[in-house]
């Protein structure tokens, strides 16, 4: 938590986050699913992130452990730590309170259908649109690799939601 709140303070965007990796795919290489890494180059910006558009091909890069791989391959000291561009993340995320709130918060959760997935992304991508967000390397965090107790994903929440913002 301290790291990631100290980035939120240095980084000054809507959100940072370290993405859990998964630590029995270290044998795993995946460079397809890495080629789209960018470092954040000075201040962490505003992104629209959609599918199909320009920064929606990140989202491989938080699969099997492809973020230890780069960490890696960055030679990063300790304690030193770089910020990235991402699509979303799908855990360990520290918010600007103040951001999260002004792009919205969750305030659409009780638009969601019961079967829906995905309300962490467009929560992000809400608050990227204004505040921007970033990644952090080393991630950090440890995904436990068990089962996701969401197997229904045909209803994501952006569909829902941005379409209906957009009729």
Request: aromatic share 10%.
């Amino acid at each position: 938590m301290a790291r990631l709140s100290g980035a939120l303070d240095e980084l000054a965007c809507g959100f940072v986050g370290m993405a859990p990796q998964g630590l029995s795919y270290l044998n795993d290489r995946r460079p397809e699913q890495t080629a789209n890494f960018e470092a954040w180059e000075g201040q962490v910006g505003a992104e629209r992130i959609r599918p199909g558009a320009p920064g929606f091909d990140r989202w491989p890069l938080h699969s099997a452990a492809n973020l230890s791989h780069l960490s890696a391959e960055l030679s990063l000291q300790p304690g030193q730590w770089v910020p990235y561009r991402v699509a979303w993340l799908g855990g360990c995320v520290l918010y600007r309170r103040e951001a999260l709130n002004d792009a919205g918060g969750f305030t659409f959760w009780a638009d969601l259908p019961a079967d829906h997935a995905g309300e962490d992304v467009l929560a992000q991508w809400q608050v990227m649109e204004r505040f921007g967000g970033a990644g952090i390397l080393p991630s950090g965090a440890v995904h436990l690799e068990s089962p996701t107790t969401v197997t229904d994903r045909r209803v994501e929440a952006y569909d829902v939601v941005l379409n209906r913002e957009s009729a």
